[in-house]
C-alpha cells in the first residue's frame, strides 16, 4: 500500500498502489494517505493540478471488500475522500489504465476530468454484491452520463470498454498513455477549469429512466434500491442525494442478500486455498486428452477448447467419434450465429481439436481426462492403458460421480498422478469442478488441478473420497426428503414450487426429470442392497417403472408436451395417493415452510458430517459446491451459511423435532453441529481454520 509522489512542471502525480487491485482500502491507509496527499497538494502553491492513476497498469476494483464486515463506518472516510477531490479547486484529472470499477469508477467521476487507455474497462459491479454505488455513483454517473446510462450500468454490473465510456460521457478522453495525455491536455488549457460532477446540471431523463428500470422482472432489493437513489435527483439538492444514497447503502450492507453474496465472492476465492499445503508449482497445461466421447467427454472438450487448449478426444466407437465431432462443432457454430463468438476465434478453436480412436494415435498430453461409462472395469482398462502410455509428467484424471477414486489410482503405477476431476453436465456451462483428491493424490497433482479450474474458467472445489463426494452425498439426502414428503402428503409441483420459491433454481421432481429419473433409480437400486436400514420411498421408482424418465422420454414427474415445459399430470397425483394408501400412511397438509427445512435442513446435517469427516475441508467449500453445481440460491449464500443464519441452535431443534416423526432415523444430528451448538459457535468459524 503506498501513494507516489512526482512532481512534473506544476503537474503533481499520484500514483496509488494496493496490490492485487489496488483496493481503495481504509483499514489498510490507503484512503488516508491519498486524502493526506491531496489536501498537501491544495495547499502547495508549487502545485496547480493533479493526475491521479493506479499502479500497475490497473485504475482501481472498488473499496476493499474487507473493510465492509464490522466496521462500515470506515466507508464515510472513502466518501469524504472523494469529497475531497470534487472539492479541490484545483483540477483533479483521473488517468485510467485497466480495471476502472466500483469504488474505483467513482473515485474517478469525484475527479474533474477523465482520461483512460483504450484496454481501459468501466463497471459498477456492486449489484452482484447485492450493494449500490454507495460512495457517489449514483449521484454523479447520472449527471456525467444521463440517468438511462447510469442505471445501465448500476443494474447490470456490466464492464463497458473505454471506447463506450467516451460515447456516453462518463470519460473525456481516450489515449494510449493517460498519464502523459493527461499532463498534455492540462498544459493546452483543454482539462484547467475545476469541473465538479456534483455541481452539474441535474439530467432531463431521470423520470423517464426510473420509470423504465422499474418495469424490469424481479428486481432485487438493491437493484430497487439504486432505482430509488437515482429518482431523488430530480428533487434533492446533490449533497442530500449523497446522504440518501449512504442511508440506501449501509441497509443493503445489513441485507441476507448482500451478506450471502459477499460470503459467495470470497468463498469461490477461500475454497482456492488447500489448507496447511507446501507451496508447491501447479504443472503447466497446455495439451488435454479426452477418453470417451460422450455427452460428458463432448462437453468437456467443448470446455477446454473455449479455455484455448489443444485438445484431443478418443473415442473408439467411429459413429461416436464422428457425432463428437459434429457436436462440438455445432456448439461452436452456433455460438457464432448467436453473437457471442468471432468467427475467427470459433475457428481457432475448432482447429485445436483432433479426434482419433485410440489411445496410441492421440500423441503425448499434459493431462489426461477419462470420462467414460461409469464401470470400475472400464475404468480399469482406460487408466491401464493410461500408465502404459502417457508421458511421466502427466496428470492423470477421471470424470467419475460415484466410483472410488484410490481404486482407480492403483490400477496404474504413478498413483501420486491420479485425481479426479468431477465435471457437471454440461461440462462447457457449468461452472463446478469437483476435484477428488486421492489418498495418494501428490500435492503438486492437486495444486495443478486447482490451477487447471482456474485456467479453464471453473470453480475447482477439492473434495475426499467417499461415496458421492461432496455434491452428490448431500444431494441424495435433499432427495431423499423429497420423496418422502411426496408419500406423506405433498405432490410435486407442491414440493418443487416451496423450493423453488426458497430460491432453488429448479425443486427436486424438475431437475431428477431433467437429468433423467433413470439415473436415481440405479443409485437407489444400489443403495438398497448396500444399505438396506436406510429406507428411500418408492415413489419416483414407480414412476421409472412406468417407463418415464424424465424430459427424454416426455414425460416423469410431469409430462412435457412440447419436450421441455413440465404439465402437471393427474395419473401421477393417483400413483402418489395409491402409494401412500398402500405403506399404510394417512396423508396429511404439508405447509411450504416444512417442506423447506426437511430438505435444506438434511443437506446441512449431511454437511457437517461431511466436513467431520474431512471430505470438505470447510463448510464454505460445501456452499461453493451447491451455489455453482446445484442451483442453491445466490442470495441465500449456500446450505452452511444460510444454516448460520437461522442460527445453529435453531436448526438443531428442528432436526431433533424431525426426528421425533416418521423417519426419524434419518434425522440423528450430526456430531459436529450438536458441538457448535453447545460452543455457540457457527458454521462460518470453521471456515478460516
Ligand atoms: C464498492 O466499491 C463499494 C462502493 O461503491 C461504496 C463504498 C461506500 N476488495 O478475483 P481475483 C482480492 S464495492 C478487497 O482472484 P481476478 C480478491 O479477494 C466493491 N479485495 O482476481 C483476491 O484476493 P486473494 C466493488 C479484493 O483477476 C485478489 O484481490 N468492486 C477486491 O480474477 C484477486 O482477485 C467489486 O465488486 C476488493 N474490492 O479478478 C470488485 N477485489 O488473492 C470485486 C478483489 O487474497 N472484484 N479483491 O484471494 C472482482 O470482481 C475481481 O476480483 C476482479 C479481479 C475483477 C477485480
Known amino acids: 500500500m503506498n501513494v507516489f509522489e512526482r512532481l512534473e512542471g506544476a503537474i503533481l502525480h499520484l500514483q496509488f498502489s494496493n496490490p492485487p487491485v489496488n483496493a481503495l482500502s481504509v483499514g489498510a491507509g490507503l484512503v488516508g494517505a491519498l486524502h493526506d496527499a491531496i489536501a498537501k497538494a491544495v495547499a502547495d502553491p508549487d502545485v496547480a493540478a493533479i493526475v491521479l492513476s493506479g499502479a500497475e497498469g490497473r485504475f482501481s476494483a472498488g473499496a476493499d471488500l474487507r473493510d465492509f464486515d464490522n466496521r462500515p463506518e470506515r466507508l464515510d472516510r472513502l466518501r469524504d475522500l472523494f469529497t475531497a477531490i470534487e472539492a ?336 457437471f453436465s454440461p461440462a462447457n456451462v457449468m461452472r463446478l469442478l469437483e476435484i477428488v483428491r486421492g489418498a495418494r493424490t501428490s500435492p503438486e497433482t492437486l495444486t495443478s488441478a486447482m490451477a487447471f479450474a482456474r485456467q479453464v474458467g471453473k470453480t475447482g472445489v477439492v473434495a475426499g473420497v467417499c461415496d458421492g463426494f461432496i455434491g452428490n452425498r448431500i444431494f441424495e439426502e435433499y432427495l431423499r426428503q423429497a420423496w418422502f414428503l411426496l408419500e406423506e402428503g405433498a405432490l410435486p409441483q407442491q414440493v418443487d414450487g416451496a423450493l423453488e420459491a426458497f430460491g432453488m433454481a429448479m425443486g427436486p421432481c424438475r431437475v431428477m426429470d431433467l437429468a433423467g429419473q433413470d439415473i436415481g433409480w440405479s443409485i437407489r437400486k444400489r443403495r438398497a442392497a448396500e444399505q438396506p436400514d436406510r429406507p428411500y420411498s418408492r415413489v419416483p421408482d414407480l414412476v421409472c417403472e412406468m417407463g418415464r424418465f424424465g424430459q427424454k422420454t416426455g414425460a416423469g414427474f410431469y409430462l412435457y408436451p412440447d419436450g421441455r415445459t413440465p404439465q402437471i399430470d393427474p395419473e401421477i397425483e393417483q400413483l402418489i395417493l395409491a402409494e401412500s394408501e398402500r405403506i399404510g400412511i394417512e396423508r396429511r397438509e404439508i405447509d411450504d415452510k416444512e417442506i423447506v427445512e426437511r430438505c435444506i435442513y438434511a443437506m446441512v446435517n449431511e454437511g457437517a458430517r461431511i466436513v467431520a469427516e474431512g471430505i470438505a475441508y470447510r463448510p464454505v467449500d460445501i456452499d461453493i459446491i451447491y451455489l455453482d453445481g446445484y442451483g442453491f440460491p445466490a442470495e441465500r449464500g449456500g446450505p452452511m451459511f444460510h444454516a448460520d443464519q437461522q442460527g445453529l441452535a435453531t436448526v438443531l431443534d428442528t432436526i431433533v423435532s424431525f426426528a421425533a416423526g416418521l423417519h426419524g432415523w434419518a434425522w440423528e444430528p450430526a456430531p459436529m453441529l450438536v458441538d457448535l451448538v453447545e460452543r455457540g459457535e457457527t458454521f462460518a468459524s470453521l471456515n478460516c481454520a
Do not use: W
Not at 135 to 155: F, K, M, V, W, Y
Open 88 to 423: 479541490s479547486p484545483k483540477p483533479v484529472i483521473a488517468a485510467i489504465e485497466g480495471l476502472c470499477i466500483g469504488g474505483g469508477l467513482e473515485l474517478a467521476i469525484a475527479a474533474h476530468y477523465r482520461v483512460a487507455a483504450d484496454r481501459a474497462r468501466f463497471a459498477f459491479p456492486e449489484i452482484s454484491l447485492g450493494l449500490l454505488p454507495g460512495a457517489g455513483g449514483t449521484q454523479r454517473a447520472p449527471r456525467l452520463c444521463g440517468a438511462s446510462h447510469a442505471l445501465d450500468l448500476i443494474l447490470s454490473g456490466k464492464q463497458i470498454s473505454a471506447a463506450r465510456a467516451l460515447e456516453i460521457g462518463i470519460i473525456d478522453h481516450v489515449a494510449d498513455d493517460p498519464v502523459a495525455e493527461a499532463s498534455r491536455l492540462f498544459a493546452r488549457g483543454t482539462l484547467n477549469a475545476v469541473r465538479p460532477s456534483g455541481e452539474m446540471a441535474v439530467p432531463a431523463d431521470v423520470a423517464e429512466a426510473v420509470e423504465a428500470a422499474r418495469q424490469a422482472k424481479s428486481l432485487s432489493l438493491a437493484a430497487l434500491r439504486a432505482i430509488a437513489c437515482v429518482e431523488v435527483i430530480d428533487t434533492v439538492p446533490f449533497e442530500q442525494g449523497l446522504s440518501i444514497e449512504a442511508k440506501h447503502f449501509a441497509e443493503l450492507l445489513d441485507s441476507r442478500p448482500s451478506k450471502a453474496l459477499r460470503h459467495g465472492f470470497f468463498g469461490r476465492r477461500e475454497v482456492a486455498r488447500i489448507p496447511g499445503a507446501a507451496k508447491v508449482e501447479a504443472r503447466r497445461i497446455d495439451s488435454v486428452t479426452v477418453v470417451g466421447g460422450g455427452l460428458m467427454g463432448t462437453g468437456i472438450a467443448i470446455a477446454l477448447l473455449d479455455a484455448g487448449l489443444n485438445v484431443t478426444l478418443v473415442e473408439p466407437r467411429d459413429e461416436g467419434r464422428a457425432n463428437a465431432r459434429k457436436a462440438i462443432m455445432k456448439t461452436f457454430d452456433r455460438n457464432v450465429e448467436k453473437g457471442r463468438l468471432g468467427a475467427e476465434v470459433a475457428a481457432q478453436r475448432k482447429a485445436a481439436l483432433s479426434t482419433c480412436g485410440t489411445l496410441e494415435e492421440a500423441g503425448e498430453a499434459d493431462l489426461y481426462i477419462e470420462a467414460v461409462f461409469e464401470d470400475m472395469a472400464v475404468k480399469r482398462e482406460v487408466f491401464t492403458a493410461l500408465d502404459r502410455i502417457a508421458p511421466p509428467h502427466a496428470i492423470l484424471a477421471s470424470n467419475t460421480s460415484t466410483l472410488d477414486v484410490d481404486a482407480i489410482a492403483a490400477f496404474t503405477g504413478r498413483p501420486q498422478n491420479v485425481v479426479g476431476l468431477h465435471f
